[in-house]
């Protein structure tokens, strides 16, 4: 069973979050080192804004014809939605099969759950052909297990703010550091507006690495006109992309983030506005999204449903300015922690 696989791979470490990178890499390399066998990357890191990210790209690609492979975390609701293989989620058999199999390569050896479990995600993109794969990390960037990629496409930062202090230090730019520890030689960076300290770190780093950085604001800018679209100045260029499908003033951030590091990658051609009709089409759950279907509604009355998953002072702020836009009535809020 799906279920026990993955109590099992939980109970394999006393601690659900251990930073480091010595447990995946030994892992990976029993497994034959797939993390080598990858179609190009694009790697995410950030505080806010990395799913949003991601799911703009999936959009943009797959709406190019792209098969593409994709890896977020934490799910909603179901695993399987961490690992998209070729557009698709993972079902449940291919799953149990790759989970199974990694963890009898581990060997009860002491690793965290997202530790085996992104191995077990290599090992599935390995084998099947895509063209690209959209990869997130999952808490900071340095020490994260997705950080033992070494040649992505680009390496893209969403915005930087404090959240898990514990982990990653109370001050900015110790976070940002750690955000930073995904840039690769020579690989460009693209970075949403940050503060100055933060942005600061982040062209320290990228001088260190000789890789070129683009920050939103300064490289490239972006505005909403009044049907909805959004005009893109990026490389002395102007490009329109659709009205962005997810819903909130933050969301138009994240996808212009998104098409500028598919121009800033140098990946794809020609560089035009359809490249960019996936925008019109992402899909996130959970974020700022309305509730038209399901049990929930038999007890609301009247009032409308919002869920998403603002968990820091800067998603909060992001949340409240977008349903600030949807009407002018008080809102019940619940908040769960």
């Known amino acids: 069973m799906l279920s026990e696989s993955l109590e ?51 959009a943009i690609a797959k709406q190019l014809g792209l098969k593409t492979h994709c890896y977020t975390s934490p799910h909603l609701c179901r695993f399987n939605e961490r690992i998209r293989i070729a557009n698709n989620l993972i079902d449940d058999e291919a799953l149990l099969k790759v989970l199974d199999e990694v963890e009898k390569l581990n060997q009860n050896t002491p690793i965290t759950f ?57 001050e900015l730019t110790q976070i940002a550091g750690e955000k930073a520890g995904i840039i690769k030689k020579n690989v460009p960076v693209i970075s949403a507006s940050q503060s100055n300290e933060v942005e600061e770190t982040l062209k320290n780093k990228a001088k260190e690495m000789n890789a070129p950085i683009f920050f939103e604001g300064a490289d490239f800018i972006w ?40 121009i800033y990658s140098n ?35 009247a009032r409308p449903i919002w869920i998403d998953g603002a968990h820091n002072s800067h998603s909060a702020t992001a949340l409240a300015a977008s349903l600030a836009k949807k009407t002018d009535e008080k809102w019940t809020l619940i908040a769960g922690c």
């Open 8 to 58: 099992r791979l939980s109970l394999l470490h006393p601690k659900l979050i251990d930073l480091g990178l010595e447990r995946t890499y030994q892992l990976l390399k029993k497994a034959g080192s797939p993390h080598q066998n990858l179609p190009p990357i694009f790697h995410i890191a950030g505080t806010n804004g990395k799913g949003s990210v991601s799911a703009y790209l999936f």
């Open 114 to 170: 997202y530790e085996i479990t992104t191995v077990a995600a290599f090992m599935a993109f390995a084998r099947i052909p895509a063209d690209l794969l959209i990869l997130e990390t999952g808490l900071g960037g340095r020490l994260d297990s997705t950080n033992v990629i070494e040649n992505p496409l680009a390496s893209i930062i969403t915005p930087i703010e404090r959240d898990h202090e514990h982990f990653l230090g109370s």
């Open 223 to 262: 505005e909403q006109i009044r049907t909805g679209e959004v005009k893109l100045g990026c490389k002395n260029r102007v490009f329109t992309l659709p009205t962005p499908s997810l819903i909130g003033p933050h969301q138009i951030q994240n996808a212009a983030l998104a098409a500028a590091s598919v």
């Open 267 to 301: 990946n794809f051609t020609p560089i035009d506005d359809r490249l960019f009709s996936g925008i019109g089409f992402a899909k996130w759950p959970g974020r700022v999204q309305f509730i038209d279907k399901g049990k929930l509604l038999n007890y609301r009355g």
